[in-house]
């Protein structure tokens, strides 16, 4: 399905240190290819991460998590900040692993009018369901699209699942081309944590608390708490 947004929202305003973190990643991608955020449940990675497709403009993002009850979550938060716009949100199905090809038929044709088309869209995928494409060593002739398209960003949702695996390994393989950029988001990234230096963002619970005792108490930071709080679902 393809879903056009409309506003249904009033527009969200970052807290500061989603704002620190969409600066610091679009630094951090003109000299690295790929970026951690290793945040804490309720940060926000969902809308933070639309806010920095917003400000690097990116047309083609594909979002893939081994849990896709998530998808609910990225469906909601791309209208706060793309409702009223043209950007696209596309998704299969929820945990499709049969194979229907009626539907990735349909599915197909929606990912390539949109890339032609020049639309900026995401489309958000369960790991599960990628696995199963030949394209990968799967059963099914699946997803043709998905792995021809020349992705700008691949975010990986829950990074610390079902990333790891030799299945999931071939998913990113076949997903990432010369100039994707890879987002990893996780709380609890303990076992993915090689291979990152700078390119990390960090955001704990002791980050948090210190945060509110700095400027938490300012009828500012009160106000903009009530305005965002019902959107940090992360």
């Not at 690097?56 to 209208?79: C, F, L």
């Not at 044709?109 to 199963?132: H, K, P, T």
Request: with cysteine; proline share 2%.
């Amino acid at each position: 399905k393809i879903v056009t947004t409309v506003a249904t929202h009033t527009p969200i305003t970052l807290r500061r240190e989603q704002e620190e973190n969409v600066g610091y990643t679009i630094d951090i991608f003109k000299r690295y290819d790929t970026m951690l955020w290793n945040c804490k449940m309720r940060y926000g990675k969902t809308v933070t991460a639309y806010e920095l497709i917003k400000r690097n403009k990116y047309q083609k993002t594909i979002v893939i998590t081994h849990r896709p009850a998530v998808e609910d979550g990225w469906a909601s938060d791309h209208d706060l900040i793309f409702g009223g716009t043209n950007h696209r949100f596309i998704d299969k199905t929820k945990d499709n692993r049969s194979y229907d090809e009626r539907m990735d038929t349909e599915n197909d044709r929606q990912i390539n009018e949109a890339v032609a088309s020049g639309v900026s869209f995401v489309y958000f995928a369960s790991i599960q369901d990628l696995r199963g494409s030949q394209r990968v060593g799967g059963k099914f002739n699946k997803n043709n699209a998905v792995f021809d398209t020349d992705w700008d960003l691949l975010i990986v949702d829950e990074a610390h699942e079902g990333t790891s695996t030799s299945l999931g390994d071939a998913v990113i393989k076949e997903l990432r081309k010369e100039n994707t950029k890879i987002l990893s988001l996780s709380g609890t990234p303990y076992n993915i944590m090689d291979g990152y230096e700078e390119n990390v963002y960090t955001w704990t619970y002791v980050d948090e608390q210190e945060a509110k005792e700095k400027w938490g108490q300012t009828p500012a930071y009160k106000e903009h708490e009530e305005k965002t709080k019902q959107y940090s679902k992360e």
